[in-house]
């Protein structure tokens, strides 16, 4: 993995004009008319999150290369049904795109069902409705979902030396990209290359930083042997980093028990430089979160003026990423996972 294809900077998507029957290519390089704004709003999970603050950014400069009225909003926690009043704002608002990181894969279908309904254009963004999806018109997601559960677990693996019990500490009970992760990781561990490693627990921070520390500080009491924790959440990732670096439990630090224990999950760089500098964190993941707001920006403008249809197995050409092609459930991947340490982090800077 280049340095340049992990920080891709999005320098313009340029979509195929037409629609090759053949190829299934769904793609156009029609522009929005110059008579009309398209308002684009991107509703996160909750605010003062550092993750979506980073996808933000892709959509900001997005919305600003196609000329539409961009904002976003979002609530104060990653509750279930806490955007759906937010949702009705923008209905009211009269936006022409909703783009959404879902709390719930379900409650929120009949608001996202009554802004459809209005001729709104509604994106999910590195969360979808999972099992859910004909209430949204596409999805953006940071990586193949169907990875990152066998990904973290591997990663882990390779740190623990494929051994010993580990926890995971993640985001809200309802979070439907967590959930899909922690699944994908409870079936890798079947694989017998794992069978050495134990899941012994799993905890959820709620993706607040005072719960996520507490529940890392439970786990550290409970487990007083733990091998090792996954948390494949931002704010959980740094929560927890700052428990084990205060606690010396990270290998060779001076309260380790054995080998020590290993964190590792999915958190932006700069959260995380700190940890990985004092050997609380050895290795961790993610991939570039702008890459998301980009492409949703791309997407939304296409499919609202109705110069793509998506479809199965269609592709969305891009100028920095190429083909991408939306998969059964309409979901395009705006990036591969990339493994940071300290042999590249302080070359990233989001």
Same mark, same amino acid.
């Given at each position: ?21 053949? /190829? ?65 704002? @923008?209905? @009211? ?19 996202? &069902? ?13 969360? &979808?409705?999972? #099992? ?16 990152? #559960? ?14 010993? &019990? ?24 079947? &694989? ?78 700069? @959260?995380?430089?700190?940890?990985? #500098?004092?050997?609380?964190?050895? /290795? ?16 939304? @403008? ?49």
């Amino acid at each position: 993995m280049t340095r340049s294809t992990l920080l891709l900077t999005a320098l313009g998507l340029v979509f195929v004009a037409g629609c090759n029957r053949d /190829a299934g290519s769904a793609a156009s390089t029609d522009t929005p008319s110059a008579s009309k704004k398209l308002k684009i709003v991107y509703i996160p999970k909750n605010t003062g999150n550092p993750y979506f603050t980073e996808v933000n950014k892709g959509f900001e400069e997005a919305a600003k290369e196609i000329g539409a009225d961009f904002s976003t909003t979002g609530p104060a926690a990653a509750d279930a049904t806490s955007q759906v009043p937010i949702i009705k704002e @923008q209905i @009211q608002r009269g936006v022409d795109v909703i783009a959404i990181s879902a709390n719930s894969p379900d409650a929120l279908d009949p608001v996202l &069902d009554e802004a459809r309904s209005k001729g709104i254009t509604v994106i999910t963004v590195d969360a &979808d409705l999972v #099992g859910n999806e004909s209430h949204r018109d596409a999805a953006v997601l940071p990586a193949d979902f169907n990875t990152v #559960g066998t990904s973290q677990v591997e990663l882990l693996g390779e740190l623990t030396g494929y051994e010993g &019990d580990f926890a995971i500490l993640s985001a809200t009970t309802d979070a439907p990209n967590q959930n899909a992760w922690i699944a994908k990781m409870k079936e890798t561990l079947k &694989d017998p290359k794992f069978s050495k490693m134990k899941l012994v627990d799993t905890v959820y921070g709620d993706d607040e930083p005072q719960k996520s520390t507490t529940e890392c500080e439970g786990l550290l009491a409970k487990h007083p042997g733990l091998r090792g924790i996954i948390s494949p959440t931002s704010v959980g990732l740094a929560a927890s980093a700052q428990v084990v670096d205060r606690a010396g439990v990270f290998p060779g630090g001076p309260h380790a028990t054995g080998k020590g224990l290993e964190l590792t999950g999915l958190s932006t760089p700069n @959260q995380l430089k700190k940890f990985v #500098g004092t050997g609380a964190v050895t /290795a961790f993941q993610l991939w570039a979160p702008s890459n998301e707001g980009y492409l949703a920006v791309y997407l939304g @403008q296409a499919i609202h003026l109705k110069k793509v249809i998506p479809a199965a197995g269609a592709d969305f050409e891009t100028k920095k990423l190429g083909k991408v092609k939306f998969s059964s459930k309409l979901e395009l991947i705006a990036g591969p996972l990339v493994k940071f340490d300290k042999s590249n982090i302080e070359k990233s800077n989001f």
